[in-house]
T-cell receptor, first 106, second 119 residues
Framework: QSALTQPASVSGSPGQSITISCTGTNSDIGAYVSWYQQHPGKAPKLIIYEVSNRPSGVSNRFSGSKSGNTASLTISGLQAEDEADYYC????????FGTGTKVTVL | EVQLLVSGGGLVQPGESLRLSCAASDFTFSTYAMSWLRQAPGKGLEWVSTIGGSIAGTYYADSVRGRFTISRDNSKNTVYLQMNSLRAEDTAVYYCARRSGAGRYFDYWGQGTLVSVPS
């Protein structure tokens, strides 16, 4: 399976909302979409699972959705600490990750 | 708090072998599937392998099948990744992660260990 396609970078000012897309082919994007946040030099952290669910302790500023073969992660009320790399992932017989998006807070 | 402590990385020559370990704590280890994932320098995440919990089926990415072997010792709360016939393209930070109980996502990750294989 090919990697899922994400924009290389997205930026926004503090307080703004940004959306990161994650596009697959055929039926790549199903019910098992998850999103991970990774700060430089750190391990990834789960922030969204099964398209739109947030693990306990993850800010409600993070939300996920899906339409057709594209999943999206929205970060509302952007904060400096949100500056990181973000990866989507999907499972269909195997795990496939997105190409990654660098979020910059201006 | 779930903890995953990864060890065993290092610099090895092409064709050599290395074994990674991931020691888990603060959850019922035997009931969870465990996985290894990796990230080449400056690149994205790649799933490598998963081993089931009590029924320890094993699964591999095409890129490592036949060279890597995942195993677990539930008495030691530890999962291993035996890597043989290492290649330059195996150079990456290797992460251990817990797969969620019934889902298809990784809810806790270890800190990662760097495996370097020069070309």
């Amino acid at each position: 399976q090919s990697a899922l396609t994400q924009p290389a970078s997205v930026s926004g000012s503090p307080g703004q909302s940004i959306t990161i897309s994650c596009t697959g082919t055929n039926s790549d994007i199903g019910a098992y979409v998850s999103w991970y946040q990774q700060h430089p030099g750190k391990a990834p952290k789960l922030i969204i699972y099964e398209v739109s669910n947030r693990p306990s302790g993850v800010s409600n500023r993070f939300s996920g959705s899906k339409s057709g073969n594209t999943a999206s992660l929205t970060i509302s009320g952007l904060q400096a600490e949100d500056e990181a790399d973000y990866y989507c992932s999907s499972y269909r017989f195997t795990y496939v990750f997105g190409t990654g998006t660098k979020v910059t807070v201006l | 708090e779930v903890q995953l402590l990864v060890s065993g990385g290092g610099l090895v020559q092409p064709g050599e072998s290395l074994r990674l370990s991931c020691a888990a704590s603060d959850f019922t280890f035997s009931t969870y599937a465990m996985s290894w994932l990796r990230q080449a320098p400056g690149k994205g995440l790649e799933w490598v392998s998963t081993i089931g919990g009590s029924i320890a089926g094993t699964y591999y990415a095409d890129s490592v099948r036949g060279r890597f072997t995942i195993s677990r010792d539930n008495s030691k709360n530890t999962v291993y990744l035996q890597m043989n016939s290492l290649r330059a393209e195996d150079t990456a930070v290797y992460y251990c992660a817990r797969r969620s109980g019934a889902g298809r996502y990784f809810d806790y990750w270890g800190q990662g260990t760097l495996v370097s294989v020069p070309s």
